[in-house]
């Protein structure tokens, strides 16, 4: 009997024990369980795109997913987000993502001659001083270091002019470029970069230096801003979306 007592008594004990205890100290409450809350709010699972086109296509055509206030962040110049204002419990419910795929040319890095005109085609929009390096890229003589002129500032090259005839020209800078390095539907920024060659075992290999702190980064975000605003702004789901950048 006592046996059978003392049983009933420890499982009292280990039931007790886990039951959850909440206390309050200096006004604070707590709890020393881990709960498992079962009446949370669900939220959505995002959307991944790669255009500005496809998240505004969805903020029209979908518009009962919306709640009543949204936020459409600029996040960078490559990333843009669609997210709702504060529930009742001050949580966002994120809904749309969009990150652009851009060319990832190498700033700071040396090329060899192939290489670097082929990278200046495919990711920079044309512009007369993309031409320019383009022409004393693709013409620099190899082998040529001792004409290579460098006051840290400038440079001085020779490249060929027709079959048989040869020029010293001054190597263009500072230039004025325009990579492809946010959404290809907004305009992409102008920046200005040093252009520089050198001899690498009697070849010349190039690079292009950024030269302006990334001040780009700052008109790609608004430009992106530009773009939704006109997007939606004649729609009606306009007024229930704040857009940030």
């Given at each position: 009997m006592m046996l059978k007592e003392a049983m009933r008594y420890i499982t009292g004990l280990k039931a007790e024990a886990m039951e959850p205890k909440v206390v309050e100290i200096a006004g604070k409450t707590y709890c020393d369980k881990d709960l498992m809350r079962y009446d949370r709010e669900p939220m959505a699972d995002q959307i991944e795109?790669?255009?500005?086109?496809?998240?505004?296509?969805?903020?029209?055509?979908?518009k009962e997913e919306l709640r009543?206030?949204?936020i459409i962040h600029v996040v960078s110049p490559t990333c843009v987000k669609l997210y709702s204002g504060l529930t009742a419990e001050r949580k966002r419910e994120y809904l749309f993502k969009s990150s652009a795929i851009v060319p990832k040319f190498s700033f700071d890095n040396w090329y060899d001659q192939e290489r670097?005109?082929?990278?200046l085609q495919a990711d920079f929009d044309v512009t007369p001083d993309l031409e320019a390096i383009l022409k004393v890229a693709g013409n620099v003589e190899a082998k040529t270091t001792?004409?290579?002129g460098d006051d840290g500032v400038s440079q001085k090259t020779t490249i060929k002019q027709g079959i048989a005839s040869k020029a010293d020209v001054l190597v263009p800078n500072p230039v004025t470029l325009v990579p492809y390095r946010t959404f290809l539907e907004v305009k992409q920024p102008p920046s200005e970069f040093v252009f520089r060659?050198?001899?690498d075992r009697g070849e010349?290999?190039?690079?292009?230096?950024e030269a302006e702190g990334g001040l780009w980064r700052n008109e790609?975000?608004?430009?992106?801003?530009q773009y939704l605003i006109e997007n939606l702004q004649?729609?009606?789901?306009?007024?229930?979306?704040t857009i940030i950048a």
């Open positions: 795109a790669t255009t500005l086109t496809a998240m505004i296509d969805y903020i029209k055509s979908c009543k206030t949204m670097f005109i082929i990278e001792a004409n290579y060659i050198r001899d010349p290999v190039f690079k292009i230096v790609a975000m608004n430009n992106i801003k004649n729609d009606s789901v306009y007024d229930r979306i």
